[in-house]
């Protein structure tokens, strides 16, 4: 199964979710970590870990195309993309099982997403089938209540669903990430971990849905 988190806007948390997602599922499935942000932020991140995730790199799109090929119910691809368009990326979206994209509370965040949603038409031609996206509610401000423009746009765009889950901003989520460790495996914000546990849990319903057809 391939889970991508993915956007074409850079700065509104896809690593962070992508190596929370990672740390969190871990226990319970074979899960494979894909680093194909440029920063390489995820690669870093395991090498503070004591026990260490299976991170890999591809140097370049023919060797991703066979890794990603060999799919299999057997393991739990998490892919983290960078904030750009590419081959390698759009590979990876057409294959998804489950996209997943973190949006913000950010004034330009409706902006960020019209161009998405264009590059995910594109590419639902070229698949010849939708290409559907879970959008996620992360890294907003908790007192912010006036998200409705941005719920309205998300609510009539065929190929966007909202995910029930939110994360917003916390600083234990930094702290956490300085340690190697996600949030779940940090215990001193008790809202974060919350948080982020009914996350878990709402991807892990799809993901039986999806394995199980």
Same mark, same amino acid.
């Given at each position: ?39 390489? !932020?995820? !690669? ?52 998804? @099982? ?50 409705? @423009? ?64």
């Amino acid at each position: 199964m391939i889970i991508i988190v993915s956007h074409t806007k850079g700065g509104v948390g896809k690593s962070t979710i992508s190596f929370n997602l990672a740390t969190a599922l871990n226990s319970k499935y074979n899960i494979e970590v894909i680093d194909l942000d440029f920063q390489k !932020t995820l !690669t870093y991140l395991n090498e503070y870990r004591k026990e260490p995730l299976i991170v890999k790199n591809f140097d370049n799109d023919d060797e991703f195309k066979k890794y990603i090929t060999k799919d299999s119910d057997q393991r739990i691809s998490i892919i983290d993309v960078g904030g750009f368009d590419s081959t390698r990326n759009r590979i990876a979206m057409i294959m998804a @099982d489950l996209i997943i994209t973190p949006v913000s509370d950010s004034s330009t965040e409706l902006l960020g997403l019209m161009k998405f949603e264009k590059i995910l038409k594109e590419m639902s031609e070229i698949a010849e089938e939708d290409i559907p996206v879970k959008i996620l509610l992360n890294n907003i401000n908790p007192q912010k209540k006036d998200l409705e @423009d941005l719920k309205k746009f998300i609510a009539k765009t065929p190929l966007f669903s909202l995910l029930k889950s939110t994360t917003p901003t916390r600083a234990a989520y930094d702290k956490a990430l300085g340690k190697g460790l996600g949030i779940l495996e940090y215990k001193p914000d008790a809202k974060a971990g919350l948080e982020m546990q009914k996350l878990i849990h709402e991807i892990e319903v799809i993901i039986k849905e999806k394995i199980n057809g």
